[in-house]
């Protein structure tokens, strides 16, 4: 639905196929993950959904910023991680989030070690994905 709005792109019935079934798999993860376990959140649920909607719509401005400004898929990338880490900082700041953080990181250095290689992957598939998308 996002790159129909923001990039007025057509699909073929099986993109929304797709869609569909991966809406039906969230849906029974959550009952599952209600049914489960004992601390069930309906905000962590929210949160989540949050986050899908998010990131279809930062992918497709992506997309569509490469293509109008004939950017490299390395700026909108480091734009993109630039702007979000501001705003995140910002936020973790105000919130005081950001200093218990630290402090926790300080205490058990398996954080930050764990922190590093989680965050690597993503960067590499995020390459990826754009050096595909400048192909076609």
């Not at 700026?75 to 501001?86: L, P």
């Amino acid at each position: 639905i996002g790159s129909i709005l923001i990039q007025k792109k057509k699909h073929k019935p099986i993109d929304f196929i797709a869609a569909f079934a991966m809406c039906i798999g969230l849906i029974f993860f959550t009952l599952a993950d209600s049914r489960i376990s004992p601390k069930f959140s309906s905000y962590g649920v929210i949160i989540i959904l949050l986050a899908l909607v998010f990131d279809a719509v930062i992918g497709n401005v992506q997309e569509l910023a490469m293509k109008k400004h004939k950017a490299p898929n390395s700026e909108v990338v480091f734009y993109s991680y630039g702007i979000g880490f501001f705003y995140l900082f910002v936020m973790m700041l105000l919130t005081g989030h950001f200093q218990s953080g630290f402090n926790h990181a300080l205490k058990v250095n398996f954080c930050s070690c764990l922190y590093k290689f989680i965050h690597f992957f993503p960067q590499i598939s995020i390459q990826l994905k754009f050096t595909a998308m400048d192909s076609f």
